[in-house]
Nanobody, 120 residues
Framework: QVQLVESGGGSVQAGGSLRLSCAASGYTYYCMGWLRQAPGKEREGVAAIDTDGSTRYADSVKGRFTISKDNAKNTLYLQMNSLKPEDTAMYYC????????????????RGQGTQVTVSS
């Protein structure tokens, strides 16, 4: 069983930055990732990090977002730079997908989410 709690969301202007954090508890030796869902749109995978530390990104965020994990603190991060209005969404931390890929949008465990709003 895994418990995931996100924090760090907020409102920023386009071009700004935010860092999301996800405190994980329980068994966390899984591929982990960040998902997002905007109103009226399907949930999409944003980034994933495998157990060996390798990372994967959706094309829409490549070069702007960085996923990382501090294993000592059991915390997952998503550094988001050069934010765009189209990045506005609820962001979810997730663990244990069927396969570890950036575009994967279904995971066995998911947090409650944190809202990110980017204004133009």
């Amino acid at each position: 069983q895994v418990q995931l709690v996100e924090s760090g969301g907020g409102s920023v202007q386009a071009g700004g930055s935010l860092r999301l954090s996800c405190a994980a508890s329980g068994y966390t030796y899984y591929c982990m990732g960040w998902l997002r869902q905007a109103p009226g749109k399907e949930r999409e995978g944003v980034a994933a990090i495998d157990t060996d530390g390798s990372t994967r990104y959706a094309d829409s965020v490549k070069g702007r977002f960085t996923i990382s994990k501090d294993n000592a603190k059991n915390t997952l991060y998503l550094q988001m730079n050069s934010l765009k209005p189209e990045d506005t969404a609820m962001y979810y931390c997730a663990a244990d997908p069927p396969t570890c890929g950036a575009g994967v949008s279904w995971y066995n465990y998911r947090g409650q989410g944190t809202q990110v709003t980017v204004s133009s």
